[in-house]
């Protein structure tokens, strides 16, 4: 189980003086949380591992661009973020990625965002994360992994604040209405 | 009842292990890069010395190409070779006597000085 304290103080400084040490734990913190977004994204184990290595050694060689460092979570999985895309293209899919909602922007009133889960309906969830399109998926997955702001998945996806509000809005209605339908 | 963040890790429970392992990996490939080291002044200079030398050798060539081989125009006269005021004034005297000399009329001419305003103009007046 992946606890980790939010406020906790990141050795980024350390790690741009090039200390393994401090790599190693922010390896540590963001790797398991970045694998399932990278996975359910990708849906392929070893393409899934093979990302999250690049994304390591890309942020190892790039961390000098990171102006703020508070910001390393979401600058790691924009790197990851940004090498799914390229797999996508490499297999053709990346017009997937580009899927818009064809409606507009609703009113964000999502209610409460406390999801829980019975066990019965853990499958379904899963179901639903894979059968949604990959540009909601990736938001959903943003703000469930991690619980990044919207801000800080709009970054990561380089996607309009606007667009980022209305996908994870439909995401979040989608599930809703299969949780609700399995109450009843 | 979990969190859609407790269903998804559920999911991934086989892979720390192999998440370990990369991350070991490229820890691993830091550790081996060597450390960027401070770069002195002298290091710096030393790693450019073919191009100082470059430069500096081009810098000469303008020079040398950009030298005034023509005589100066202005001679060099020692100090203590100046004459003074006196015999320069003497000097231009007498050359002024010289060229006189050569020229008669103009010795005359020069020689002669006119005479006073009351003795002329009688003399006009009677013509």
């Not at chain 2, 191009?51 to 001679?75: C, K, Q, R, Y």
């Amino acid at each position: 189980m992946l606890v980790v304290a939010e406020r906790e103080q990141l050795p980024v400084q350390q790690a741009k003086a090039g200390e393994p040490e401090a790599w190693s734990v922010l390896f540590r913190r963001y790797q398991l949380p970045l694998y399932v977004y990278i996975f359910e994204l990708v849906r392929d184990e070893q393409t899934s591992l093979d990302i999250v290595q690049e994304a390591f050694i890309a942020a190892v060689r790039h961390i000098g661009s990171l102006r703020d460092e508070e910001k390393f979570g979401g600058w790691l999985f924009g790197i990851a973020h940004q090498k799914c895309v390229q797999c996508w293209r490499r297999e053709n899919r990346a017009d997937a990625m580009r899927e818009e909602m064809a409606e507009s922007p609703p009113d964000f009133d999502d209610g409460p965002d406390q999801w829980l889960i019975r066990r019965e309906q853990e499958a379904e969830f899963m179901n639903l994360l894979n059968e949604l399109p990959l540009p909601q998926r990736s938001v959903l997955l943003l703000h469930f992994v991690k619980d990044f702001s919207l801000e800080q998945i709009s970054e990561i996806t380089e996607t309009p604040l606007g667009t980022v509000k209305s996908r994870l809005h439909y995401a979040k209605r989608a599930l809703r209405k299969i949780l609700e339908d399995q109450d009843e | 009842m979990k969190t859609p963040l407790e269903v998804l890790l559920q999911q991934h429970q086989g892979a720390p292990p192999k998440l370990d392992a990369i991350r070991a990996k490229v820890v691993a490939g830091i550790a081996c890069a060597p450390a960027p080291k401070s770069i002195s002044w002298l290091d710096m200079a030393r790693s450019l010395r073919w191009h100082l030398a470059g430069w500096s050798a081009a810098w000469v060539v303008v020079m040398v190409l950009s030298i005034d081989h023509s005589p100066s125009t202005v001679a060099q006269i020692p100090r203590d070779k100046i004459p003074s005021p006196q015999k320069i004034w003497a000097s231009l005297r007498e050359h002024r006597r010289l060229l006189l000399e050569d020229s008669d009329a103009a010795v005359v001419e020069a020689s002669a000085p006119p005479g006073r305003r009351s003795e002329i103009e009688p003399a006009q007046a009677e013509v």
